[in-house]
């Protein structure tokens, strides 16, 4: 069964040698949007240890290798919504969706709707639980439970031709997830994390989840595939991971991820004031805390087709800057917007382009920052980052 319930991240700001505290103005809200990079060859990323010291993580060379953009939306228009009136939000992720209640006392998760597997699902918690109890900083701790047990309707009546076997039909009725579910969260360092969009100052936590796992379904008639292992009676199966994969050669798409069993997921995630979300998180071998990959706040600006791919002679001097800007090589006639965006995503200065030489940043605090330029049909032509720094 694939993990189905996402850690939403709580944030905060820090001085040097002062704890981080998390509130609710923290935390998404309703239309906001996160873009996630993904580097999957993160081996010897230094991630430091526990420490009540400020430390640095210089995590500069992390590439992508893939690019996501999490939606946080209003729980009506969420997959399942109408199964969560409780949430205020909910974060879209592929077909599923992630509910969340964010109240001045804490943010708690409410369950998962949407989709898996390729089949339609809601899986409320129960019961539902605090990430966090606001404030929370540095040396907070969080150890809960939640479950879900849910059943729905699949349908699905399909003949397969197994070889030396021959035609085998499979009626499957519903689908029984159960899960029960640990986490702990422990917030055992702080200290700037350097990424290739700028500096934040962070506070990193021990993210542990330990999902018992099991998936039953319910068959019209029986399933007999002796060269596969498979002897499924007319009812309710329990559906182990080898049964699963077995199926998963004659029928792909019926059973994804773990199925059964206990199965234990370990990261280390890094929050920062107002960044909506998880700024990284390190997944690890759950075994010796290897890093094994690697998510981190982007921008699209970074990814390997540039959105300047339009104007490709177009370059932002000097960089860094500390008192104004040029944009050299942009066509002559050229007329359109341009936009200065933080690494927040929020539009700091905004203006009509017409050609003019020198655009000023003298107002702009110290940091990195995206420079875009749209033409008049409002189609992005130009992207790239610019450093601030006075």
């Not at 422990?186 to 021990?206: H, S």
């Amino acid at each position: 069964m694939k993990k189905l319930f996402l850690i939403p991240a709580m944030f905060t700001a820090f001085a040097v040698q002062a704890q981080i505290t998390l509130n609710q103005s923290d935390f998404a809200v309703a239309g906001d949007t996160v873009y996630m990079a993904t580097d999957n060859s993160v081996t010897g990323l230094a991630v430091g240890n526990a420490s009540a010291t400020a430390q640095t993580w210089n995590f500069t060379s992390l590439t992508i290798d893939a690019f996501d953009t999490l939606l946080f939306v209003n729980p009506a228009a969420a997959p399942g919504g109408a199964d969560f009136p409780n949430a205020n939000v909910a974060l879209i992720t592929g077909s599923a969706a992630t509910f969340f209640n964010n109240t001045a006392s804490g943010a708690a998760v409410l369950g998962n709707g949407g989709g898996f597997g390729g089949f339609a699902f809601s899986a409320p918690y129960n019961p539902p639980f605090n990430l966090l109890t606001y404030p929370t900083g540095l040396g907070t701790t969080i150890n809960q439970n939640y479950s879900f047990d849910v059943t729905e309707y699949i349908g699905i009546d399909t003949t397969v031709n197994v070889p030396l076997v021959g035609n085998i039909t499979i009626q499957l009725d519903s689908l029984r997830l159960k899960r029960l579910g640990q986490v702990d969260i422990d917030f055992d360092a702080f200290g700037t994390m350097q990424l290739p969009i700028g500096n934040y100052p962070a506070l990193r936590c021990l993210n542990t989840q330990t999902n018992n796992d099991t998936t039953f379904a319910y068959l019209l008639q029986p399933v007999s595939i002796p060269v596969l292992g498979i002897n499924l009676v007319a009812g309710w199966n329990v559906i182990t991971n080898d049964i699963a994969a077995s199926i998963s050669i004659i029928a792909p798409g019926i059973f994804l991820g773990n199925t059964t069993g206990i199965v234990v997921e370990k990261s280390y995630d890094w929050f920062a004031n107002n960044g909506d979300y998880r700024i990284v998180s390190v997944v690890l071998d759950p075994a010796n805390n290897n890093p094994q990959r690697a998510e981190f706040k982007s921008d699209p600006i970074f990814l390997s087709t540039p959105a300047s791919a339009l104007l490709p002679n177009v370059n932002v001097y000097p960089n860094p800057s500390s008192e104004w800007i040029s944009l050299q090589g942009v066509p002559e006639g050229f007329a359109g917007t341009l936009h200065i965006v933080d690494m927040n995503g929020k539009t700091v200065y905004q203006t009509v382009y017409n050609g003019q030489s020198l655009i000023s940043v003298s107002a702009l605090a110290n940091g990195m920052y995206s420079v875009r330029l749209a033409n008049t049909a409002g189609q992005l032509v130009y992207a790239d980052k610019i450093q601030v720094v006075k």
